[in-house]
């Protein structure tokens, strides 16, 4: 009897393994790291431990390569490779340093200090979109008068710099403070500060300071991650907490934690900690306090114009923009620049919030994110625009990655999380990756030095004008076919009445089909406007090919349509056949051991309990034959 309640008790538990195998299947795309997946750091060893994450106590982190995955992986399956030559960006690439502000008493000295604490303070620029009163110091007049070359004002709003160093470093945008609405109003002109030629860009508050070399630092550690689409984010260090460490744990502040603050809003909340980290880490959310990436981030994804009144919503709408356009976020492994909170910040006054605004700010990102109750018609997802969501990754994945959940609104924050890889083979078509696929391959790739950039604009120039041309070939192929449409319909119609006339003439009835056969092989030539377009994409790649480019290390941006879903079209056209169906071959592959592994498992599974049936049936009891009369 106890072996028989043993095999039942087995017969139960193997029973289970079939669903779970394909809870398993359904699950394993999106596994992220919990606590109890994660070794504990005893008590008293926290200082001499590194990559630390601190999680109801401290936890060792897995090894970097579970964490963002391998460098060298193939497209869909790691990040896509940096495009620069690290060793000489960290000298002379350029960093564009992007300061809203709104009646800032230190904007002069957060200036200041970015240009004097540069390791190569020539490579620094700074763009402020500055919202002042008439009696507040304009925030370039103030830099130069703590750099102790002051410039009257007839001279600042002239441009002429008399002996301010730095005077033509620094790139104006000045509005009145009753024009301000809010920090994604002003930091949306931030695009007309970025030049085609930056290299890098970084977002910070106008009450920041820098530690000393801050430029090489933050070059550097970006080049950790391995990843041309790394934004380096996350709160900044208290200025005067910016050199800790040195008899403590390292720490570091993190973002993966939020919450629901009204229709289309998410506001992070306060940040997690990381302990003496080796390298940058990943992590689920976006901060706006600093965000360091490549400029084409800024390009492709700016920010977006039509939520005026907006505060709080703005870091997790931003977030899942770039997110989903292929960009991932990443916490700093060591303080490099700090900012004042509180009363310590030095502002004037507060900008005036409209309620209407704000509302219909809410309403746009509730569209954005598929908030219950939003308008999701195809209107209202079109008047997004460029400023909507991306196409490398979908809005389900980042929901699925960071935990939260704007559809079904709810929370389980993911604070360790795993790299979600997206098809960037269609970049390889890009000059910037040559040197990355020639270097894999063992080859030697031609290096670039600082004195050709010229020529890689000139290049490049040609490359634009190419895109140019492709897109007036696209408008007059897209104008050609309406126009065949409208002649077809037009010859519908009167084909229509003119068989109807003839039918009733001899009692015959007419088919729609039979006007449809007629018409069509009477207009065989609307297909010319195909043609059109695609000798247009043809002419644009020869365009392209005859351009001298220089593979090289800087102005190099990500494949075109990482901003808009029309040029994200148009970039599939361009490319081959083998690069656009990269994507759907990787997904189709994973798939199919995905489901490999489930059948395996089920199979097994089968096999399991035919077998412990069998043994439970030759050990049960055998009923006695009744004896007979």
């Known amino acids: 009897m106890m072996s028989q309640r043993l095999c039942i008790k087995t017969l139960r538990i193997a029973s289970l393994i079939p669903a779970l195998t394909l809870w398993c299947l359904v699950e394993y795309s999106f596994a992220n790291f919990k606590a109890s997946d994660l070794e504990k750091v005893p008590d008293g060893e926290a200082l001499h ?30 990040p896509p490779p940096i495009m620069v030559d690290v060793d000489d960006a960290v000298q002379h690439a350029t960093i564009t ?86 920090p994604v109003f002003a930091r949306a002109r931030q695009i007309e500060v970025i030049e085609d030629t930056d290299d890098f860009c970084m977002q910070i508050d106008a009450h920041s300071e820098a530690v000393e070399n801050w430029d090489e630092m933050i070059i550097t550690e970006w080049s ?42 998410i506001s992070n909340t306060v940040a997690s900690t990381v302990g003496n ?4 880490f990943l992590q689920p959310l976006w901060a706006a306090g600093l965000s360091f990436m490549r400029c084409h981030g800024e390009r492709d994804v700016p920010t977006d114009p039509h939520l005026p009144s907006v505060f709080s919503g703005e870091e997790f709408g931003r977030g899942s923009r770039l997110w989903t356009h292929g960009y991932d976020f990443y916490a700093l492994k060591q303080p490099i620049v700090g900012c004042w909170y509180g009363d310590k910040k030095g502002g004037k006054g507060q900008w005036r919030s409209d309620s209407e605004e704000a509302i219909q700010s809410g309403e746009r990102l509730a569209t954005m994110l598929q908030w219950p109750g939003s308008d ?68 030697v790739p031609a290096q670039m030095s600082h004195e050709d950039i010229e020529a890689n604009r000139d290049a490049e120039q040609v490359e634009h004008e190419a895109e140019q041309q492709r897109e007036q070939m696209e408008r007059a192929a897209r104008s050609q076919e309406q126009h065949h449409k409208d002649a077809r319909s037009d010859v519908a119609v009167r084909g229509r009445k003119a068989m109807a006339k003839r039918a009733r003439a001899h009692h015959h009835p007419v088919r729609d089909d039979d006007v449809a056969a007629r018409v069509t092989n009477d207009h065989v ?49 361009a490319q081959p056949p083998r690069a656009r169906d990269a994507s759907i071959l990787v ?27 069998t043994v439970c049936n030759s050990r049960s009891p055998r009923k006695a034959p009744s004896k007979l009369v």
């Open 49 to 78: 431990t590194n990559n630390m994450v601190l999680l109801e106590g401290w936890h060792k982190l897995p090894p970097k390569q579970e964490i963002i995955g391998k460098p060298d992986a193939p497209p869909g399956e790691g």
């Open 97 to 182: 340093v992007l300061v809203a502000a709104f009646r800032e008493q230190k904007c002069p000295k957060t200036l200041a200090d970015l240009f004097t604490k540069a390791k190569n303070s020539d490579r620094i620029r700074i763009g402020v979109i500055q919202q002042n009163a008439e009696s507040d110091l304009d925030c370039l007049q103030g830099m130069c008068e703590l750099l102790g070359t002051p410039v009257s004002a007839s001279d600042l709003h002239a441009g002429i710099a008399r002996d301010c160093k730095y005077f033509h470093q620094v790139r104006m945008v000045r509005m009145k403070d009753t024009e301000a609405k809010g």
């Open 224 to 265: 950790q991650t391995g990843n041309e689409f790394a934004v380096l984010t996350t709160y900044p260090t208290e200025v005067s907490h910016l050199h800790d460490g040195g008899n403590n744990v390292r720490t570091m502040p993190y973002n993966c934690n939020a919450r629901f603050v009204g229709k289309g809003k």
């Open 277 to 280: 980290m080796e390298y940058p």
């Open 376 to 443: 999701q018609s195809a209107s209202a997802v079109a008047a997004l625009g460029k400023y909507g969501l991306g196409t490398r990754r979908s809005l389900q994945e980042y929901i699925s990655f960071c935990g939260i959940d704007t559809i079904k609104q709810q929370i389980a924050a993911n604070c360790v999380v795993k790299y979600q890889p997206w098809d960037w083979s269609h970049a390889e078509a890009m000059s910037g990756y040559k040197d990355v696929i020639a270097r894999r391959h063992g080859g």
């Open 525 to 573: 030539d609307g297909a010319g406007a195909d043609e059109a377009a695609i000798d247009g994409n043809a002419l644009a790649q020869r365009l392209h090919m005859n351009a001298k480019v220089n593979p090289g290390r800087f102005n190099r941006k990500p494949a075109p349509g990482a901003g808009n879903d029309d040029a994200a079209v148009r970039s599939q056209r």
């Open 587 to 613: 997904r189709l592959q994973s798939s199919i051991a995905d489901v490999l592994f489930a059948v395996a498992g089920i199979v097994a599974a089968f096999y399991s309990l035919s077998y412990l049936m």
